[in-house]
């Protein structure tokens, strides 16, 4: 089974607009971690927000917000004020932190937003 | 600044030729990872070193080896690359628990 489940393969945003993007995951280890990160077309990774299983809060950074949803195993990433420089790829991971130090990617979100 | 630096950024290569990829860190991590990119697919984890201990993903062919000769560099060796070995690969190094992972620029490979 997949560990980690992206189903939008590309969504598109109007400037200034929030936008959602899903995230499922699945894993029987009680401690895990939810990453998010953006690729642009040059190719480099980065890191956007981190979500732990045992955080109460959903996590926020900036314009970042991750809508935790335990028991539905999903951690969406919600962009605020989309802007023009938003347009990526966006890659939601997990880390099971019992069994390695392997991260689990899903297979993306291609990001466009329009102006 | 910390970072990861992987070298070179392009890399040109020909048919059964081999190559290395080399990444280096200032972040003095434990963690270091090398991830085969494909155009519009997800990273997929060739192999990853705690410390000096080596941790090889099942699929990974064994046409790919690494090196870890110190805490601060890592390498990829492609022993006879083939035409489907063109990609992006990407370095990333995490100083483990609950940190993320910190990459590299990449390098992307093509194979002629």
């Known amino acids: 089974a997949q560990k980690i489940t992206q189903t939008q393969p590309g969504m598109f945003v109007q400037e200034k607009e929030a936008v959602t993007l899903d995230c499922t995951y699945d894993?029987?280890?009680?401690?895990?971690?939810l990453f998010w990160y953006k690729q642009p077309s040059s190719g480099e990774m980065i890191f956007l927000i981190y979500?732990?299983?045992?955080?109460?809060q959903n996590a926020t950074e900036g314009r970042y917000s991750l809508n935790f949803q335990k028991a539905r195993k999903s951690a969406n990433l919600v962009i605020s004020a989309s802007q023009l420089g938003d347009s990526a790829m966006y890659f939601c991971?997990?880390?099971?932190?019992?069994?390695?130090?392997?991260?689990?990617f899903g297979t993306g979100t291609s990001l466009t937003v329009i102006p | 600044d910390a970072m990861v630096i992987q070298n070179p950024r392009y890399q040109v290569t020909q048919f059964g030729k081999p190559v290395t990829l080399s990444c280096s860190q200032t972040?003095?991590?434990?963690?270091m990872y090398w991830y085969q990119q494909k155009s519009s697919q997800a990273p997929k984890l060739l192999f990853h070193?705690?410390?000096?201990?080596?941790?090889n993903e099942a699929d990974t062919p064994d046409n790919f080896q690494s090196r870890r000769p110190n805490t601060s560099f890592c390498f990829l060796d492609i022993r006879s690359p083939g035409l489907g070995d063109a990609a992006m690969y990407l370095c990333?190094?995490?100083?483990?628990?609950?940190?993320?992972?910190?990459f590299g620029p990449g390098t992307r490979l093509l194979v002629l």
């Open positions: 972040l003095n991590h434990n963690v």
């Open positions: 070193y705690y410390d000096k201990d080596f941790n």
């Open positions: 990333a190094t995490s100083p483990g628990g609950i940190e993320t992972q910190y």
């Open positions: 991971a997990m880390r099971e932190f019992n069994t390695g130090n392997q991260f689990y």
């Open positions: 894993t029987s280890d009680p401690s895990y971690g």
């Open positions: 979500q732990g299983s045992y955080d109460q």
